[in-house]
Every structure is written in structure tokens, then in C-alpha cells.
């Protein structure tokens, strides 16, 4: 069974500035893929970023990026120069490698931005 | 294309009454997935499908809970005799076979 766990409740991050959010996770699988998911105030999640476990950099989306400490099974977040748009509540996620879709999250963090 | 559409987006029923959900996916892909996101939690998942086929269901779904997918396009989520603890938010998502799941905007349930 895979475990998602993220130990930050909320965070907060001024306009421009840059902010990580944590996730630690627990699998048996060899084979896994690790997503970043965000959730706006009653809009529908959207994919912010992917890592592939067999990769071993770590994957950049514009201003996002992630750290990926596959030994550590940690998966960080960072969000550079932030924006009020990013305002949302973040979730961590783990698939298998049969399905990207099966997905195992977290309990989310809130991400606020301060003007 | 617009991507998941669920429906209705807010259902409101007494307890012990049933209730449907629809998901209609993107239409290439070819799985179709559905969550349960209770207030301030993450998603949990329920069941998905491969085409018309249900390959796995989670142990979170009581014999309450069925879902289909006839001809492998849209699917529907019932649950009979609804309880409170059903009430919560019920997401549909939708994939290719190796791709990223792509979510719909959810489906809240009251139940009162």
C-alpha cells in the first residue's frame, strides 16, 4: 500500500517571493510516478507537475520545480516568484506504474499569497 | 472538447433516498476514474474503469456504491440509501492509458 504524507497544513508566501511546499511518501512499487495536483477554491484540480521515479532529475514546469529524493522518498515543491493566482490548496500524489490515474494523495496544503 | 463534465455539480437528498452522479470524460480516453474528497482531505479513490470494464474497486466502496460505464463513455456513480456519511464531494477523472488524469469539477453531495 502507498502512503502520501504531507506534514504542512498551510503556508504562506509574498507576491515574488519563492515558497516549498513538503510531501513525503511510502511505496512498495519499483516503478511509481509522483504528481503535484492543485485545487482553487471550488475549481477542479489541475496537474502542476509529474516526476517519473526512474528519472533522476528533477522535473521544472515554467516556475515550478520539484526536488525528488527518491533514497529519502521525498518530493518538495517550489514555487518561484509567486503569484496571487497561485493561491490554492496543494496536493502530493503517488501512482503506480500501471496507471497514472490510481493516484494516492496527501492531505493537501493551502497555499496562500500575501500581496 | 471541454474536458470532465460531471453532473450535477450540487446534489442536496434526505437521507435513505438514492442518487445518481454522471462523469462524461474526455472523449479519447479510455479510462475513467472516480474520488471521494471529503471537506479539507485529500481524494480518496473508489473505483476505475478501462473502457466498459471495472478493473478495481476500493475497499471505501460499500455495497451501497455502484458505479458503470456502458459503452465505455460516460459513467454514472449511484449510491442507494444514502447515509450522512456520504456526503462529500465525488470527482470524476479521466485518462489515456500512460497519461496524467485529467479531473472534472466534482459533484458536492448534502446529505440531510
Known amino acids: 500500500a502507498q502512503t502520501v504524507t504531507q506534514s504542512q497544513p498551510e503556508m504562506s508566501v509574498q507576491e515574488a517571493e519563492t515558497v516549498t511546499l513538503s510531501c513525503t511518501y511510502d511505496?512498495?512499487?519499483?516503478?511509481?510516478?509522483l504528481f503535484w495536483y492543485k485545487q482553487p477554491p471550488s475549481r477542479q484540480m489541475i496537474l502542476v507537475i509529474r516526476?517519473?521515479?526512474?528519472?533522476?532529475q528533477n522535473a521544472t514546469e515554467n516556475r515550478f520545480s520539484v526536488n525528488f529524493q527518491k533514497a529519502a522518498k521525498s518530493f518538495s515543491l517550489k514555487i518561484s516568484d509567486s503569484q496571487l493566482g497561485d493561491a490554492a490548496m496543494y496536493f502530493c500524489?503517488?501512482?503506480?506504474?500501471?496507471?497514472?490515474?490510481?493516484?494516492?494523495f496527501g492531505q493537501g496544503t493551502i497555499l496562500t499569497v500575501h500581496p | 472538447d471541454t474536458g470532465v463534465s460531471q453532473n450535477p455539480r450540487h446534489k442536496i437528498t434526505k437521507r435513505g433516498q438514492n442518487v445518481t452522479f454522471r462523469c462524461d470524460p474526455i472523449s479519447e480516453h479510455n479510462r475513467l476514474y472516480w474520488y471521494r474528497q471529503t471537506l479539507g482531505q485529500g481524494p480518496e479513490f473508489l473505483t476505475y474503469?478501462?473502457?466498459?470494464?471495472?478493473?478495481?474497486k476500493s475497499r471505501l466502496l460499500s455495497d451501497r456504491f455502484s458505479a458503470e460505464r456502458p459503452k465505455g463513455s460516460f459513467s454514472t456513480l449511484e449510491i442507494q440509501r444514502t447515509e450522512q456519511g456520504d456526503s462529500a464531494m465525488y470527482l470524476c477523472?479521466?485518462?489515456?492509458?500512460?497519461?496524467?488524469?485529467?479531473f472534472g469539477q466534482g459533484t458536492r453531495l448534502t446529505v440531510v
Open positions: 474503469f478501462q473502457n466498459e470494464a471495472q478493473l478495481e
Open positions: 511505496t512498495s512499487e519499483s516503478d511509481y510516478y
Open positions: 500524489a503517488h501512482a503506480g506504474g500501471t496507471s497514472y490515474g490510481k493516484l494516492t
Open positions: 516526476q517519473e521515479a526512474y528519472k533522476q
Open positions: 477523472a479521466s485518462s489515456l492509458l500512460l497519461s496524467e488524469a485529467f
